[in-house]
């Protein structure tokens, strides 16, 4: 099993390096954080905030940019190619498929938020001339960025199994959008009564709360983020994506492949 997992994760990753949007995401993004240097020095004091804030931005944007174009069409490509029938006529489970891809996925924006994180660092050493405690902050904000990414991979692929691409694109960005205002929901449903109050609450409960996890303001005025507080995230995205991979498995099993 695991090496079946192994495997088509790593054929996922080596797919989805090759998107050559994949590198001109990443490029544009580093100029965007190499950028903010000239913004920052625009105004006079707050040059290592606005860096943060811009560069902690991009990372994000732009690994949901690639977690959805590259994620919506692990399974649809593959059907479309017919690589699928191949790989299912091995005694490879479907579950097995589903779990794969987004490992290898997951480990391609792993990378390729690396690499952002290396140039935000970069540009912050450039900037300041030197690393403080505080900067342990940004750590933790690019590792809460990229459990946000976990779940809109697991939606990605939740919703090519069995939506087209361009629906899929759709619904990931949206749940991006409604997961990061999750709190302004929970806020919202205080001041409403009767059934809008219950369907904003279960809104509230189905929907991920990527707006906790949202701390890059924090990180950006040296606030310490505590390890609580990551490692509560870290578990809340654990559950969030297996009941996600579980939901796409249900319903890959089940679709007619013919």
């Known amino acids: 099993m695991i090496a079946r997992l192994s495997s088509i994760a790593?054929?996922?990753?080596?797919?989805?390096?090759?998107?050559?949007?994949?590198?001109?995401?990443?490029?544009?993004?580093?100029?965007?954080?190499?950028?903010?240097?000239?913004f920052g020095r625009i105004?006079?004091?707050?040059?290592?905030?606005?860096?943060?804030n811009l560069?902690?931005?991009?990372?994000?944007?732009?690994?949901?940019?690639?977690a959805?174009?590259?994620g919506i069409g692990l399974?649809?490509?593959?059907?479309?190619?017919?690589?699928l029938y191949t790989v299912l006529a091995r005694p490879v489970r479907r579950w097995e498929v589903i779990v794969g891809k987004f490992l290898g996925l997951?480990?391609?924006?792993?990378?390729?938020?690396?690499?952002m994180s290396i140039g935000l660092f970069t540009a912050l050493l450039v900037l300041t001339r030197r690393f403080v405690h505080a900067d342990l902050a940004i750590v933790a904000a690019i590792w809460m960025?990229?459990?946000?990414?976990?779940?809109?991979v697991a939606f990605s692929l939740l919703f090519s199994t069995f939506s087209t691409p361009i629906l899929s694109a759709i619904f990931s960005f949206v749940i991006f959008i409604m997961g990061n205002f999750n709190d302004d929901?929970?806020?919202?449903?205080?001041?409403?009564?009767?059934?809008?109050?219950?369907?904003?609450?279960?809104?509230?409960?189905?929907?991920?709360n990527l707006s906790q996890m949202n701390v890059a303001s924090r990180a950006a005025h040296g606030a310490a983020i505590s390890a609580n507080t990551v490692a509560l995230a870290t578990g809340y995205t654990a559950a969030y994506v297996a009941a996600l991979l579980t939901l796409a498995t249900f319903i890959f099993q089940r679709r007619s492949l013919k």
Do not use: C, H
Not at 185 to 208: D, I, K, T
């Open 185 to 208: 929901l929970w806020a919202y449903a205080q001041g409403v009564e009767g059934a809008e109050r219950f369907a904003l609450r279960v809104a509230g409960v189905v929907l991920p």
């Open 10 to 38: 790593f054929n996922t990753y080596r797919e989805a390096v090759r998107e050559r949007v994949l590198y001109n995401l990443i490029a544009f993004a580093l100029l965007l954080i190499g950028s903010s240097l000239l």
């Open 75 to 83: 399974v649809s490509k593959d059907i479309d190619r017919r690589t």
């Open 145 to 152: 960025v990229l459990l946000q990414l976990f779940i809109i």
């Open 106 to 115: 997951a480990g391609t924006l792993a990378i390729n938020t690396l690499f």
């Open 68 to 70: 959805v174009f590259i």
């Open 43 to 52: 105004s006079i004091g707050v040059e290592k905030v606005i860096l943060i």
């Open 55 to 66: 560069g902690l931005t991009a990372i994000s944007v732009f690994g949901v940019i690639i």
